[in-house]
């Protein structure tokens, strides 16, 4: 088969119930997410796949490498914060340039490479897009800008073209979906002659701060508070969806009118759960948990060549296994001093019934967090508790069973620590960023 190119698609703080595909409720103005739905329709989606880490940085660490995040410094940060920007800090933090990643290692099988969207694994001169595989791209540096102004949390412009600043007029979640589509249209004729493109669209939508196309005037008035704890409502926030499904979509008949969408495999996921406003029905937990809510996300992939539509799997998976998948789609080795975490889901995306047992495991510094998902059970720690869970049968995680079950637990228990003591210790000076505590808003 012509190799696909692969179009990779990462949504920021999205909960796993804010799409209509997933259970999620129509808008006031209608369907929130009706081509990502037509998506999930034509061709495959997952109930059961997790995010690496319920914060982005590290997860986005899982992505790049296809390999645990924790074997790197930079993503024992939770997350990378903007404030370290230029400084000796900020020197430590990120992607090295030397190693491999999905990016590298297509382009080095002849792929043509793009990052469109949100980068946040460390700052030029010393880490960027640029230097780990990218040949294009256009984005923010840090975990969140404004959507109109461009600036980060710590009030610094933050859009690039390359490792140059760029400034540009424009709704930031347009501006990628344009982008994108027009990325499409360029590489159409290396791509019908062989040359196939990875793109990767990470968007910063919906993450904070709460605007929506009509907003420009909560730009003005928040500044550089971009984390807006006064602000937002579930109305925005779902208008925020909304936009990314409408460029989504223009990316979609970008490919269609170019003729190359039968063999292009779009993936959709979300960086982690859900945030503030978000939708984890029926999850407990968001952003920065280890619950449910935190870490399972939507899976949807695309490919009409390869994938029968209307495919519905529950095969266990985490976002280092979607980029082993990616580069076995594109018959891709790994390096071979970095030998990949993730496990390729190929089989599954070709056929029925070739779900295989994968066990996941994770681990924060921020309040002592540790997880493994083992078939229908989960082992979880938060803050010296542990706590067992049946979560085929209590995705709320609300009925602990580790009283009833107490050598299921210890085993499991056990599994986790031998896990752990291949990974490298979390770094003492490691550090976690909360935007908002009980001070703020009350929490469950």
């Known amino acids: 088969m012509t190799r696909p190119n692969i179009i990779f698609i990462v949504a920021d703080d999205l909960g796993y119930a804010d799409l209509g595909c997933y259970g999620g409720r129509e808008a006031d103005f209608g369907p929130v997410s009706p081509v990502l739905d037509s998506l999930a329709k034509g061709g495959l989606r997952l109930t059961q796949g997790y995010a690496n880490s319920p914060v982005c940085s590290p ?10 995040q924790y074997r790197l410094r930079g993503a024992a940060e939770e997350p990378i914060n903007s404030k370290t920007r230029g400084t000796p800090l900020g020197e430590k933090l990120g992607l090295p340039p030397e190693i491999p990643t999905v990016a590298s290692l297509l382009k080095g099988a002849g792929y043509r490479t793009a990052l469109i969207g949100k980068w946040h694994l460390g700052y030029p001169p010393h880490f960027g897009p640029l230097r780990s595989g990218y040949e294009e791209f256009f984005g923010p ?11 980060s949390s710590s009030g610094q412009h933050d859009l690039w073209v390359g490792e140059e600043e760029h400034h540009d007029e424009g709704y930031l979640t347009d501006l990628l979906s344009r982008r994108s589509a027009d990325y499409v249209r360029r590489m159409a004729d290396e791509s019908q002659g062989g ?40 109305h925005q926030y779902r208008r925020m969806i909304h936009h990314m499904d409408e460029g989504i979509g223009w990316i979609v008949e970008a490919l269609r009118e170019t003729g190359q969408l039968d063999n292009t495999l779009i993936v959709f996921t979300s960086d982690n759960g859900g945030e503030r406003f978000s939708d984890n029905w029926p999850l407990v937990g968001g952003k920065m948990d280890l619950t449910e809510g935190g870490i399972r996300v939507p899976w949807i992939a695309h490919w009409p060549a390869t994938i029968a539509p209307g495919r519905v799997s529950s095969q266990h998976c985490m976002t280092m296994d979607w980029s082993a998948t990616v580069l076995a789609a594109a018959g891709v080795a790994a390096a071979e001093d970095y030998p990949l975490d993730g496990v390729s889901l190929l089989p599954v995306l070709q056929a029925e019934g070739a779900e295989f047992e994968r066990p996941l495991y994770w681990r924060m510094l921020y309040r002592g967090q540790r997880a493994l998902r083992q078939g229908d059970w989960k082992y979880l720690r938060v803050e010296d508790n542990d706590y067992l869970f049946n979560v085929a049968t209590d995705e709320r995680e609300r009925a602990n069973q580790g009283g009833r079950q107490p050598e299921r637990l210890a085993r499991m228990r056990a599994d986790w620590e031998a896990w752990n003591a291949t990974m490298p210790a979390i770094a003492d000076d490691a550090s976690y960023s909360l935007v908002y505590t009980a001070k703020n808003m009350p929490q469950r």
Request: glycine share 10%.
């Open 59 to 68: 997860t986005r660490f899982a992505l790049a490498t296809a390999r645990y």
């Open 195 to 234: 040359a196939p493109f990875f793109l990767s669209l990470h968007y910063t939508a919906p993450h904070w701060p709460w605007e929506t196309r009509d907003d420009k005037q909560v730009s003005d008035d928040i500044g550089a508070g971009i984390a807006d704890l006064s602000g937002g409502n579930i």
């Open 141 to 151: 540096m840090s975990g969140g800008v404004d959507y109109f102004s461009h600036v």
